[in-house]
């Protein structure tokens, strides 16, 4: 840990200039970079900054809670000489904090010496372990085709009045360590949840909570809230406080943690909103030039290291803009993270939960955590097959719609069969239904076995002897 | 150590800005701050430099030195790069995390190349010989397999005064002395070289070698030459990154640089855990024996980010000065060219396309450029070949990266996102994509495989673009609406698809296909459909050509034939044969 102390505690009374969340400071020398500033109202009032720029005699200081109520004259500037830190402990589990780790909860600070920079540091590609172990969420659409590995970013793409919450909270409540298919299932082993939410409404903090509650987890949780009727700037932090309390307790008390982050659009609006103050120069729909960078430095806290028995797992959810899969912020998440699990308006007005649209959803590390020894032999084959089928699907479907259901071949009438079946019967559980792997791979053979056989190329033709039930005795 | 040469003056992110410019020169390396973060020049003015620091600078200061060095940005050349594995300014990641532990921390100083290591050398000069810039002045094992030629530095030439016997040797010891003009220099096995000088050679020859990737859609349809340049743009989730892997794991090169920039951390913690026990199946001995590794990740600092690209590239020009094939993957260039624009937003340039600078397109071509299969200095040949991702926000090819990248690539791999939701892999889309090296590489297959693979390759590729016109009536209409002629016609395209195309990189049989096995396969579907057609053109039903057990069997051979059992292609283009004769016995009788 390099703390980073240089004379700390110089003072300026009275800035030059302040701009939206922006205040530069004039006369202070010896300022560094991305420091720490406490900047004291006319009236007495304590708020934190940041140092965003500094130049010859001038700092340019991002104000946490925003500049409203400070004045030219009145406002003094203390510079604290180290950049932002946050205390670290194990106590903070049961807690909730703001965006910048102060205390909620009526509660004391937490007791500890240990203070770590929130920007955290990148970790050594060469230290880090492959994520291998998969998580059973209990969820087929997850488990079955978008497999969660510890130490993988997945983030959840939804959109307005999608239940992307109640997911999450499902996830949260059915995680446990993956068994091999068959295997008995031993309760709870504990995952520590590091929940942040950035800019959303009281209703959806006040969700989880309840949701922590009820199943039980509220001792095992941090949250850190900055809700929508926060300062925005302070969302900057949010995830980067969450993490680095996620960080402390996965590498050095090698726990087990799941991160949820809330809503990702929210952050990326913050950071937007500071990059057009300064005047940088845009990239794409306003967004700073930096934003692939700075999402970067978040989601890529997310692994396992060979020092450490511990992982972090990072679930971020966005709600994508109009929908729009190409908005800057889940284009450049989905660039950086490890897939996507993506929620279908659609099926969501056809009344099934979860309403995970299979096509564009993706594990990009599920490869390496499913199959022989790990869930079963057959998985990722039957997993493409399913892929597959319900992929052509949709080219049958879009053909019925012109030329009718029956005119169609009798072999896409029965791809019309699996695809309703695919949806209600796979897609479809209940917000308490925890199936175990091997419920969730039944059901997929159970469809599959609808069509031919001739048509299932992707798996092969023993894996068709032992699990295919259909009636299809032609070939 | 180095003198102070300047103050800090301004800190915003990576770029700083400092007095003290008469004291240092463009694109020198300087170290910033009280602790001496490396840092590159690259702007003057009147008396301000701009230096852009390839560390994280939070908690620098104004008023702190610059200390200069002299020389440009360099990477060190030398026996032991292979199997090593660098941040984007070659510090070695593996004795980062000994002294620093899992997480990288500012102000690391470590040789990329061990001075304690001792290779045997074995000179191949001797004294008195005349040598000239890039002459090979002995060798080394650099493993048990590779052949590491210790060259004279591309800018000198002389008499060779003395030459270390064979024996073993650092990189530091002298092997041998050379009188350059009046002045005897010493000659160790270790060279630098400014990484965004490309090194000489005599002249280009022409790209009519294949780089054999053992990918099907790449090699068959889509081949790129040693030393050509290649582009594989795709939205996320399409592939890039796999294909990029399978090509590091399998083209025909003899070195492996793959820079990692801008990517994921676990991608690169994959590659590390996987090449060590992946076997390169010409020269039996682990991949890993071959490969370069770059990664500048994500999360590691922007300025070195820009760096890695130049670092890659100057490392694979070397291998190839000694006369080797060297294929290097970049993922991603997009990356790249954001860190560029990071800098330049920071700089206050004035902005081109979505705020990329202006000088974009020739940073591009620049880096593009340094591919090509050469003369080189010393007599002997050796290529790069460029392969380079880019991920086009939304997955629109319009950007300026993937436009001004297709300027100077001649081959373009297009990933596209319907096929990769339908779980065909790769994701490569055979109608958008192009390759301008088929007709030079067409000798080559002629001579290696005795069989016209080009007429094959543009008869499949026909089909193809047949299947897509013939796709859209069906859409409209439904496929019965169609004759059986062109019914067949998608028939075939299916089994293209789905038996040629289609591979997985996952399977241990399918994951390399020979070019043997690709042209094999290739022939029995286009057998297939000639067959077909003359059947279906008596009239027989195309939906019995359809259940013809032979077309599962074409389907599955990609991962049922292993590359050395080439003799069950003879039985299944029998077992064409027979079903199909009795099909059309049945059916005339």
Redesign the interface.
């Known amino acids: 840990m390099?703390e980073?102390t240089?004379q700390g505690g110089q003072e300026v009374v009275g800035v030059s200039r302040i701009e939206g969340p922006i205040v530069v400071v004039e006369g202070a020398?010896?300022?560094?970079?991305?420091?720490v500033v406490e900047i004291q109202d006319s009236r007495g009032q304590l708020r934190r900054g940041r140092v965003?720029?500094?130049?010859?005699g001038f700092a340019v200081i991002q104000v946490f809670a925003g500049s409203t109520g400070l004045s030219i004259d009145g406002t003094r500037v203390r510079f604290l000489g180290t950049?932002l830190h946050i205390p670290v402990a194990e106590e903070m589990l049961g807690r909730i904090f703001d965006g910048l780790g102060t205390p909620l909860d009526g509660g004391p600070e937490p007791l500890t010496d240990r203070y770590m920079d929130v920007?955290?540091?990148?970790?050594?590609?060469?230290?880090?372990?492959?994520?291998r172990d998969y998580i059973q969420t209990g969820i087929s659409t997850i488990d079955g085709v978008n497999t969660l590995l510890r130490?993988?970013k997945l983030p959840l793409f939804s959109g307005a009045g999608m239940p992307h919450d109640q997911l999450a909270a499902q996830i949260v409540r059915q995680a446990t360590l993956g068994k091999v298919a068959g295997a008995p299932q031993t309760e709870g082993e504990d995952f520590a949840i590091v929940f942040a939410a950035m800019g959303v409404k009281n209703d959806v903090a006040d969700y989880f909570r309840r949701s922590f509650t009820e199943s039980g987890a509220l001792t095992r949780v941090a949250m850190f809230l900055n809700l929508a009727d926060d300062p925005p700037v302070e969302r900057i932090v949010t995830p980067r406080a969450a993490l680095t309390l996620a960080e402390y307790l996965a590498?050095e008390r090698e726990m087990h943690v799941l991160v949820v982050l809330t809503d990702m659009t929210n952050y990326g609006e913050a950071l937007r909103q500071i990059s057009n103050v300064r005047g940088?120069?845009?990239?794409?729909k306003g967004y700073?030039?930096?934003l692939?960078?700075d999402l970067?430095?978040m989601?890529?806290?997310t692994?396992r290291?060979?020092?450490?028995k511990g992982s972090i797992t990072q679930i971020p959810i966005l709600t994508m803009p109009n929908d729009d899969?190409?908005?800057?912020m889940p284009?450049?998440t989905?660039?950086?993270t490890?897939?996507?699990i993506v929620l279908g308006r659609e099926l969501n007005f056809a009344g099934i939960y979860p309403p995970v649209a299979v096509?564009?959803s993706?594990s990009?590390?599920m490869?390496?955590g499913i199959g022989k020894n790990r869930t079963r032999d057959d998985h990722?084959r039957w997993g493409?097959q399913l892929?597959?089928a319900y992929?052509?699907t949709q080219d049958v479907r879009?053909?019925a719609s012109?030329?009718g259901e029956e005119?169609?071949?009798e072999v896409d009438q029965k791809y019309l069969k699996f695809g309703r079946a695919f949806e209600r019967e796979f897609v479809n559980q209940s917000f308490t239904e925890n199936r175990t792997i091997e419920r969730t791979l039944e059901i997929g053979w159970k469809l599959l076995s609808m069509l031919p056989k001739?048509e299932l190329?992707?798996v092969t033709l023993d894996e068709i002897a032992i699990y295919y039930k259909g009636d299809d005795a032609a070939n | 150590m180095s003198d102070q040469v300047g103050t800090i003056?301004?800190?915003?992110?990576p770029v700083v800005r400092a007095r003290g410019s008469r004291h240092v020169g463009m694109l020198e390396l300087v170290e910033v701050g009280t602790e001496r973060l490396v840092g590159e020049v690259i702007g003057l003015k009147g008396d301000q430099m701009t230096i852009q620091v390839y560390e994280?600078?939070?908690?620098?200061?104004?008023?702190a030195p610059i200390y200069g060095t002299g020389l440009p940005l360099s990477v060190e050349l030398g026996p032991g790069l292979i199997q090593s594995?660098y941040d984007g300014v070659q510090r070695p990641?593996?004795l980062?995390?000994e002294a620093?532990?899992?997480?990288?921390?500012?102000g690391a100083r470590f040789d990329p190349i061990s001075r304690e290591k001792k290779w045997k050398f074995t000179p191949k000069v001797k004294v008195g010989d005349e040598v000239k810039g890039g002459a090979i002045l002995g060798v080394v094992m650099e493993t048990d397999t590779f052949e590491h030629r210790i060259m004279l530095n591309p800018d000198d030439a002389g008499t060779v005064t003395w030459v270390a016997p064979i024996g073993d040797y650092t990189v530091a010891d002298t092997i041998a002395k050379v009188k350059v003009g009046k002045e005897e220099k010493s000659v160790t096995m270790l060279q630098r070289w400014p990484v965004r000088r490309a090194r000489p050679f005599v002249n280009r020859r022409g790209a009519n070698i294949p780089l054999i990737t053992g990918q099907r859609i790449l090699d068959t349809f889509f081949p790129v030459a040693k030393g050509g340049a290649a582009g594989i743009p795709g939205?996320?989730?399409s592939g890039k990154t796999v294909t990029q892997h399978s090509i590091a794991k399998w083209a025909d090169a003899e070195v492996i640089v793959y820079i990692?920039c801008?990517e994921?951390?676990?991608e690169?913690?994959?590659v590390?855990?996987e090449f060590p026990h992946l076997v390169d199946p010409r020269t039996g001995r682990p991949l890993m024996e071959r490969t370069v590794l770059i990664?500048n990740?994500?999360?590691?600092p922007?300025a070195a980010r820009e760096a890695s690209i130049y670092t890659g590239i100057t490392i694979a020009e070397y291998y190839r000065d000694m006369g080797y094939h060297v294929a290097l993957m970049a993922d991603s260039t997009s990356?790249w060219a954001?860190?560029l624009?990071?800098v330049s937003?920071r700089l206050?340039e004035m902005?081109a396309e979505?705020?990329y600078p202006a000088y974009l397109a020739g940073r591009l071509a620049e880096f593009y450029e340094r591919a090509g299969y050469v003369d080189n200095l010393n007599g002997t040949h050796g290529s790069v070949s460029i392969v380079g991702a880019v991920?086009p926000?939304?997955?629109?090819f319009s950007e300026p990266v993937t436009q001004h990248t297709k300027r100077y690539i001649r081959c373009f791999w297009a990933l596209d996102?319907s096929l990769?939701?339908?779980?065909h892999f790769p994701a490569i889309n055979w109608l958008d994509s192009y390759s301008e090296y088929l007709e030079d590489v067409g000798a080559w297959w002629r001579e290696k495989v005795g069989k016209d693979w080009l007429t094959m390759r543009n008869r499949a590729m026909e089909l193809l673009s047949e299947e897509s016109r013939l796709s859209q009536i069906?859409?409209?209409?439904?496929?019965?609406a169609l004759p059986y002629t062109e019914r067949m016609v998608l028939e075939t395209t299916r089994l293209i698809r789905?038996g040629i195309l289609q591979q997985n990189a996952?399977e241990a049989v399918d994951a390399y296909s020979s070019v043997e096995k690709q042209i094999r396969l290739l022939e029995l579907v286009l057998y297939f459909h000639e067959r077909g057609m003359a059947i279906v053109k008596h009239g027989a039903p195309i939906n019995l050509i359809h259940?013809l057990p032979v077309v599962?069997t074409i389907?599955?051979a990609k991962s049922t034939v292993t590359n050395e059992e080439m003799h069950k292609f003879d039985d299944i283009q029998k077992q064409i044969d027979e079903q199909m004769s009795q099909l059309d016995a049945e059916y005339r009788s």
């Open positions: 390099s980073v240089v020398s010896n300022v560094s970079y991305d420091e965003l720029e500094v130049g010859e950049t920007n955290g540091r990148p970790i050594n590609p060469t230290a880090r372990i492959y994520p130490g993988q590498y940088e120069v845009p990239s794409r700073p030039g930096y692939y960078s970067a430095s989601y890529e806290r692994g290291i060979r020092t450490s899969i190409t908005h800057p284009d450049l989905g660039y950086i490890e897939g996507q096509l564009p993706l990009r590390l490869k390496d990722p493409a892929y597959a992929a052509k879009a053909l012109v030329i005119e169609l071949s001739k190329t992707r | 003056t301004w800190i915003s992110g994280e600078t939070a908690g620098m200061q104004t008023g594995i990641l593996p980062i995390e620093m532990g899992s997480f990288i921390e500012r939205p996320f989730g990692g801008g994921r951390g676990n690169m913690t994959e590390l855990q990664a990740t994500s999360n590691m922007v990356r954001e860190a624009r990071e937003g206050e902005p979505e705020g991920s926000p939304g997955g629109d996102k990769a939701s339908a779980r069906v859409k409209l209409v439904g496929p019965d789905e996952t259940d599962d389907i599955r």
